[in-house]
């Protein structure tokens, strides 16, 4: 009997030593707690202390809620607890706030213990700190899904948010494109660490007027979405007078006071589109339509932008084809010498003939080619074609004339363009003298990025115009840098020359600017005598419009050359 429970007693003390030393090994690596069967704390090891910050003192007898975050739902406690009195294990992982305020992670595993009746008792919870592994999952998300310069939302943000919105709305939601007006200057001006600052800065006065339960995102460059929850139109128009207002307040950054102003489309979902590409699309049309009104204004997707636009995608898909088919031909405009009224120059003009709608406008569709970078192979088989002609009508006998071609800036941001235009100069044979390419007023705002480009085509023996002078932000400085032959006088001056005398002093200003710096001085739009008698008498050099000639075919501009004796 003695030895029997000699025995008992050792087996006894040697499974209190093997419990103390998982115990011991448990409270040198895990967090351990134990609470009753209401959640109230009857013990915790130092880890736990250590970790929550708490004393042991503050935490016996307190309510587990004691380290409630707030971070999960109501429902991730309900189901917890589920589990746990019905007597299975439950697993996961719960956010807790330490005393200090400061948050961390633990993986949980929580095991009720049952008493003799077979109802837990109490429940003994084993946890291990993963707020390191939380915090770099944390930054693996923040990359993905924010914007690094700004700190709000990027596009991947945007659209992960939108899932969940579009998927429970059931009210309208309001979608708000913005683009700022002209921050490619300040990025010139300033620099990009100045842009950045300004992007910076926007955003930052975005957030301030826009309540935290919308989002706001920076979707691409100087690009933001505003998404307005449970928003009316009305409500949205609100928002973006809102945002115009406040820009009008100048930010100062690097002791400079700069400027911005946002154009801004507005969309509503599910009434503008069914989806967020479409609805952000439909946006996107009416911000672009906002930048055409002048910048620094707002305008509404219509049914009317709505059919525009579907016309737009039909001749998209119709001008690729019509590139395909050579459904696109040339028709020339001759420049004529207007103290010779001697035709000097023919500017290639592209048409196309649709089989089914007939001549659509360029003013229509080369819009769209540069939207669509179709204007690069558009550009270059207008290039080839023209040089083609022209050299054509040379080997035929005929009165060497120049060629104008209108250049985009896209084709002229290419790196091979140059190469290109030389390449096709070789295979045409056209001598580069007789090419003119016509560059607009406005693409001199890119000057850094396109003079290398401009230089090394003079140096070809290629000539360039500037197009549409008058209209632009050119300076003095500017026409001084670059090797330009001709300026183009806008012909919206020309088809006001009768109207005020305030035109006629712009005309004459420009003619007698162009004549000083050595430039060849070109009025188009010339439609009546008196028009042509008073830029002739003020000595500009060349003339194009109705009043001499419509654009021609290549059969009829054969008819108007000289042939050689």
Sequence with gaps: MEKSLDYTLNELSAKNAELKSMKYALDQSSIVGITDAKGTITYVNDTFCNISKYSREELIGKNHNILNSHYHPREFFVDMWRTITKKKVWKGEI?????????????????????????????????????PQKKAQEEVYHLAYYDLLTGILNRNGLYKSLEKLL????????????????????????????????????????????????????????????????????????????????FSIPFILSDEEIYTTFSIGISLYPSDGASKETVIKNADNAMYLAKKKGKNNYQLFTNKLKEQNKRKSILEKNLRKAIKYEELHLNYQPQFDLETKKIVGLEALLRWNHPTYGPISPGEFIPLAEETNLILPLGKWVLEQACQQNKKWQDE???????????????????????????????????????????????????????????????????????????????????????????KIDQSFVRNLNSTNRTSAIIKTIIDMGRNLNFYVVAEGIEYEDQSLFLRENHCHIGQGYYFSHPLSSHEVQKMLVKRH
């Design 95 to 131: 956010k807790n706030k330490a005393k200090d305020g400061s948050y961390y992670w633990v993986d949980t595993t929580i095991v009720p213990f049952l008493n003799g009746q077979g109802k837990p008792y109490e429940y003994v919870s084993i946890r291990t700190d993963i707020t």
């Design 167 to 246: 998927k429970n709305a059931d009210e309208e939601v309001a979608f708000l494109f913005l683009d700022l007006d002209r921050f490619k200057s300040v990025n010139d001006t300033f620099g990009h660490k100045t842009g950045d600052e300004l992007l910076r800065a926007v955003a930052e006065r975005m957030s301030e007027l826009v309540e935290r339960d919308h989002i706001i995102s920076r979707y691409a460059g100087d690009e933001f979405i505003i998404v307005l929850r449970k928003s009316s139109q009305e409500e949205a128009v609100e928002i973006a007078q809102k945002i115009i207002n406040s």
């Design 397 to 487: 006998g005929y009165e060497p004339v120049h060629i104008a071609v209108n250049v985009s800036v896209k084709q002229l941001q290419q790196f091979d363009f140059v190469a290109s235009v030389s390449q096709i100069l070789q295979k045409t044979g056209l001598n580069p003298k007789y090419l003119e390419l016509e560059i607009t007023e406005s693409i001199l705002q890119d000057l850094a990025c396109l003079k290398h480009s401009i230089k090394k085509l003079r140096a070809l023996g290629v000539s360039i115009a500037i197009d549409d002078f008058g209209t632009g932000y050119s300076s003095l400085s500017v026409l001084y840098q670059l090797p330009i032959n001709s300026l």
